[in-house]
Each structure stands twice: as structure tokens, then as C-alpha cells.
């Protein structure tokens, strides 16, 4: 039987990241921006009708992206030595599926944030500005404070060197 402070240590949330209000509000400003400034070039000097449509689509797709990033106001990202995973419920890494954390400058990472390599590729999912993992990716941050997103990234590093010396100790 396990120890009950065991189970409490495992579960137990060690990071936890929110979207940042302002730079939440500066990304919605941006889209939403493009979007009228789209739509007014397709309507102030109508190009020919073809051009016409492919302008009000770009801008229907600007709409789309800004109302998808309006909805993680009020998402959390948490880490526990178990997972990483959001408030909505969706996990998003198995710590044991990672394989590395990628926090360089000049990484393919989003603003802010970190990249994890896993050793399998989960599926694809993007919730805008604050996670997305493609194939065998998972970027985390976008419009999350600094401060926040490095801590985590730190805290998952340590936990992949924690397990990789536990492994080294078992062999």
C-alpha cells in the first residue's frame, strides 16, 4: 500500500502558469486590428471581387484567431511530477513521455515560453497564446509572463534530470 504523503507528493501541483492580462489584451488588440484593417481595404477600395472575398476571409480568419486566444483568459496551465496539464482538463504531457526541455534564446519555442521533445507524438492541439504541441513538440507560452513560464520550464528540467538519475541508479 502506498503511503498516503507519498500520494499527496506525486499529485501535488509544483507549477502552475496564467495568461498574463496585458499581453492577453495586446495580442487581442493586434488581431482584432488586422481584422478591421483587412476588412476596410476589402471594402474602401474594392479590388476585384475575387481579391474582395480572399481579403474578407483573411479577415474572417484574423476574428477567428483573436476569439480562439479570448478564450484562454481564465486557463491555467499546472505541473505536478506526474503531468502537465490545463484547467480544462486536457493533458497536455506525461513527464514520463518527455524526453527534453528546450529554453535557449534562439529555440523554436514560443514568446516567453519553452519547448518540450517527447519520445512519442500524442496528437495535435493548439490552444492560441498559451500552448500547442505538433508531432513530437509541445511549446508552452505565447502570452504568459516571463517569470511564470521560466520557473515551469525550470521545474521540468529538474524533474527530467531527478528521473534520469533515478534510472541511472536502478541500472
Known sequence: MTDPVDLEEETRILAE???APARLAFSL???YALALLVLYLAFAHPPELVFQIVLIVIALGFIY???QGRRVKGMVIYLSRQRLWDSKGREIAKL???KSVDRGALAF????????RLDSAPGRVWVPGLWWRLGRSIGVGGVTPAGATKFMGEMIATLLNER????ANED
Open 17 to 19: 502558469v496564467h495568461p
Open 109 to 116: 519555442k514560443p514568446s516567453n515560453g519553452f519547448l518540450l
Open 164 to 167: 534520469d538519475i533515478q534510472r
Open 65 to 67: 484567431l483573436a476569439e
Open 29 to 31: 488588440f493586434v488581431q
Open 96 to 98: 514520463d513521455q518527455i
